[in-house]
């Protein structure tokens, strides 16, 4: 490189930052979690003795026999609801569609211990189903255990499998269709020979997302296990049990979950590399219009699957404005139970909002430059950094949680309160909701654009914002309050770094179910459910512009 | 208004080479257009003169300062791009006053060189438009007002007009022309099209794989190229193999004498289509003449010309454009008929897919 030309050009400075920001915040808690479970925690010399553990005390391989188990099964039921869903609503005329797509985008984003102890409220030892068929003399089996918690997770994970599947659907040409039909097959087999293959790649990735987060998810197992461990509740126990000395344990067991999810990415990714279809859009899928009882049998099922899936949801809000005395229910209507969360938890609800705000200030910038380096710097680096958008998705909460504790507790960072790790785990757990959808606006803008503002005399950085931000500036939107969403509901992590000041929503809820006070929990889940919605509602409204804003 | 000078320059990307030993020199006001195949490199020359590449050697100097170190964005040379990429997101006088900001020009000052640069490419009464309400012309329009704007000390082009369709781009081409002149900024044009580039320019600089083949001006391309790969690209020709006996040269097909060099190496025989005559049967040339004998292919008649194809021996075809002719669009593929050639039509070059011109 000639003289001064390319010496500390901005985006190498940028991307300089950006390395480090993800080595100290996401590589240093990982790598602290995989050195500690080499670690004996009272010799604190190396050893395997925690791995052995692991494999060989019934207590942790139940639990991970456990985990496997409901995640497989919820990840199948998932499957089960979600693919026929998508086949309906994208190849047959159906009432309601938007509202059915809407459904399942609320029940993707509500938190998944919502619908857990909302289960609770209707199948749990004293729920109102189980007490309605106990009156008439039918014996109900409890929610509680396996079985429940896999209920929950195909009712919460579902929405993962059908809208991908359904995007895939929309997206198969229907010529691959047609020439099936012209060449002998019956409607049945060439959905089974050619639809499904086609849109196979969606379906496993849908699965793969269900059972990475089954595998990962703290609440439901939390609050519905009753003794049913798995994993994640045995990590967050055996983390609270070894407080103040080294969580070896803990962290032994959040390797495990680890290497569970990166197996699972590993599959996908083969099926993923086998079959790339591409498909020109010559030919668009058609709808067709059922008549009589197939008609009927479809909407039922459609309808019936979002709306059984929005109950829990349903029965919180309904729940949150019964009277209360206490934790009692006294019968009939009131709103004690919001005016018991502004006496005793309202600073609950404004650290949420300023936790996860600053969280996604942190993301919205980030994002934007990341993407950036990613998308239009072609280097090793950028590569690298692009890698790293994915390990997020890969750490379960709790985990992610104790490298921070044992990372940031102690060291050059120890005096972080919990505020600010808090902040941060939200920050960097969340930062790849922003990136990828500022990545996919920027894609679409092409690079001429802003190397026309730099040869018309803007340095980079002017370049960038004059011209670049204004221009992804929707995925920008829909990527931090995506951001935003999931880290106003985010529990497990928050469960093991809050303290006295900095209590949040779901925690809140989350002590509130386990003290059997459901009013409480309803009512502060409907908050948070109520300011979901809106994010919601937001996305939307950013979506729909972005097709037509700038072309 | 700036002349360019450009000395040993040369890019590589990882081990391809992509510029190779590039000298140039354009005076100043001068149109000047690097045309070329895909991939012979001219994007790559543009794109490192307006500093979007780092060149490996080589020095690039403007009014004879090197500018090799400067950033792009303080090089002032106007870049008009090949998908316009004007500014989606504010109207076409932001668009254009966006330099002239960058520059902290006064508001007033702004507001008038906008009006006048919108004046000179007709788009006064679009001012106020956004860019998805105007045309793919009218974007270009957008583009070049924008760059001139400036009042760079180089005007680089790449490919402006390829996005446009046939009938605009022949209308713009002729108002780019007229602009640049009235201007006289020294303008570097990129094209892979040969007819844009004659029509265009002062000098065309042919390219071909990162080497520039010949520059000079539209006549002399066309009527003298340097070597055989100026000859096939720029107006395309007809290539005949010739057998040497001695130090004579003569048609393999048709068999006559029409070199006599002491040259050892293989020599091709060039003739372009336009001086290719077919006619019907075997006819004898005169002495000034060579025929060929060959049979009739393909004749496609699009209007104003005719082209015809045909095959001499061994299969080789032979392309001739000629006014149209019934008694030639008439005949049968497979007749038998005659390609004449004026030997004064005749150009010489050695055989390799870059041989430099003989005589």
Aim: aromatic residues 10%.
């Amino acid at each position: 490189m000639t003289s001064a030309f390319r010496k500390p050009d901005f985006w190498t400075v940028v991307t300089g930052v950006i390395l480090v920001v993800l080595v100290v915040l996401l590589l240093f808690p990982i790598v602290r979690v995989l050195m500690l479970s080499f670690v004996d925690a009272d010799t604190l010399k190396w050893t395997l003795g925690n791995y052995v553990e692991v494999f060989t005390r019934n207590y942790y391989l139940s639990g991970l026999r456990n985990t496997l188990f409901v995640g497989i099964f919820g990840t199948l039921g998932a499957c089960l609801l979600g693919v026929p869903l998508a086949f309906f609503t994208a190849r047959f005329r159906l009432k309601g569609r938007a509202w059915i797509s809407t459904l399942a985008i609320l029940v993707l984003v509500a938190p998944p211990f919502i619908g857990a102890y909302a289960w609770i409220m209707m199948l749990g030892s004293n729920g109102f189903i189980t007490n309605f068929f106990e009156r008439i003399g039918i014996d109900v089996p409890t929610i509680y255990g396996a079985h429940g918690i896999i209920l929950v997770f195909t009712l919460k994970f579902f929405p993962f499998v059908f809208l991908m599947t359904q995007t895939a659907l929309m997206a198969v040409n229907k010529s691959f269709e047609d020439a099936a039909e012209n060449l002998g097959c019956t409607p049945w087999q060439r959905f089974v020979k050619i639809t499904l293959p086609l849109v196979f790649p969606a379906i496993s990735t849908g699965a793969i997302i269900c059972f990475v987060l089954s595998i990962a998810d703290f609440g439901t197992p939390a609050i519905l296990g009753r003794g049913f461990r798995t994993l994640s509740t045995i990590a967050f126990s055996a983390y609270r049990s070894e407080l103040g000395g080294l969580p070896t344990m803990a962290v032994t067991v959040s390797m495990i979950m680890i290497v569970i999810s990166m197996l699972a990415l590993l599959v996908q990714r083969r099926i993923l590399a086998k079959r790339r279809y591409a498909s020109s859009l010559t030919n668009l899928p058609v709808k067709t219009q059922l008549t009589g009882w197939r008609n009927a049998a479809v909407h039922g099922f459609c309808h019936g699957v979002v709306l059984i899936a929005m109950l829990p949801t349903l029965v919180v809000v309904y729940t949150s404005f019964l009277k209360t005395n206490g934790p009692v229910f006294v019968g009939g209507y009131g709103l004690e139970s919001y005016d018991r969360i502004l006496r005793t938890a309202p600073e609950a609800i404004t650290n949420s909002f300023i936790f996860a705000g600053a969280a996604v200030v942190l993301i919205m910038a980030f994002s934007a430059l990341i993407s950036y380096v990613i998308v239009r710097r072609e280097t090793a680096i950028s590569g690298v950094i692009d890698f790293l958008m994915m390990v997020p998705y890969l750490i379960p909460g709790v985990v992610m949680a104790i490298g921070f504790v044992t990372t940031f507790r102690s060291g050059f960072m120890s005096g972080m309160g919990a505020a600010w790790l808090l902040i941060l785990l939200y920050f960097i757990r969340r930062l790849p909701y922003g990136v990828r959808s500022t990545a996919s606006s920027l894609r679409q803008i092409k690079p001429s654009i802003e190397e026309a503002a730099i040869n018309l005399g803007a340095p980079p950085l002017s370049a960038f914002l004059k011209i670049t931000v204004p221009l992804i500036l929707p995925g920008l939107i829909v990527g931090s309050l995506m951001g935003f969403i999931t880290a106003i509901n985010e529990l497990s992590g928050t469960l093991i770094l809050y303290d006295a000041g900095t209590i949040t929503m779901p925690v809140s809820i989350y002590l509130a179910v386990l003290d059997g006070e459901f009013g409480l929990a309803a009512a502060l889940s409907t908050v948070l459910l109520l300011c979901t919605g809106i994010c919601v509602y937001l996305v939307f409204r950013f979506t729909e512009n972005r097709d037509n804003a700038f072309i | 208004m700036a002349s360019v000078e450009i000395t040993g320059l040369r890019k590589l990307y990882g081990d391809v080479v992509a510029l190779s030993d590039i000298n140039i020199s354009i005076p100043s006001g001068s149109f000047f257009t690097l045309l070329g195949p895909s991939g012979c490199g001219k994007t790559t020359l543009l794109r490192t003169i307006a500093g979007f590449h780092a060149q490996n050697a080589g020095q690039i100097l403007v009014d004879g300062k090197p500018i090799e170190g400067l950033p792009a964005h303080r090089r002032d040379v106007g870049m008009v791009f090949q998908d316009y990429a004007v500014f989606p997101h504010i109207n076409v006088r932001d668009n254009v006053a966006f330099g002239l900001k960058q520059r902290k020009v006064s508001a007033s000052e702004i507001t008038k060189r906008v009006d006048d640069v919108l004046d000179v490419v007709q788009l006064a009464a679009f001012a106020d438009r956004m860019p998805h309400e105007l045309s793919g012309g009218q974007q270009q329009r957008v583009g070049l007002a924008r760059a001139i704007v400036i009042r760079p000390k180089v005007l680089l082009m790449d490919e402006p007009l390829s996005n446009l369709d046939a009938r605009l781009r022949v209308d713009l081409r002729a108002e780019l022309r007229r602009i640049q002149r009235d201007l006289g900024i020294t303008t570097v044009y990129v094209t892979h099209d040969q007819e844009e580039a004659l029509a265009m320019s002062d000098t065309v600089c042919v390219m071909h794989q990162g080497v520039i083949q010949q520059a000079a001006s539209p006549l002399d391309t066309y009527l003298r190229p340097l070597n055989r790969f100026v000859a096939a690209f720029v107006g395309g020709n007809n290539f005949l193999s010739l057998a040497k006996t001695g130090t004579q040269f003569a048609l393999e097909s048709g068999g006559a004498i029409v070199l006599d060099t002491p040259l050892k190496a293989d020599i091709v025989c060039a003739v372009r289509p336009e001086t290719l005559h077919v006619s019907p049967g075997r006819v004898v040339p005169s002495d000034t003449e060579i025929a060929i004998p060959a049979t009739l292919l393909d004749v496609s008649f699009v209007g104003r010309e005719m082209e015809v194809v045909t095959t001499i021996d061994a299969g080789k075809k032979m392309k001739s454009l000629a006014r149209p002719d019934p008694a030639i669009i008439g005949l049968q593929a497979g007749s038998a008929v005659t390609l004449i050639a004026n030997l004064d039509d005749l150009s010489f070059f050695e055989a390799s897919e870059t041989g430099g011109r003989v005589g």
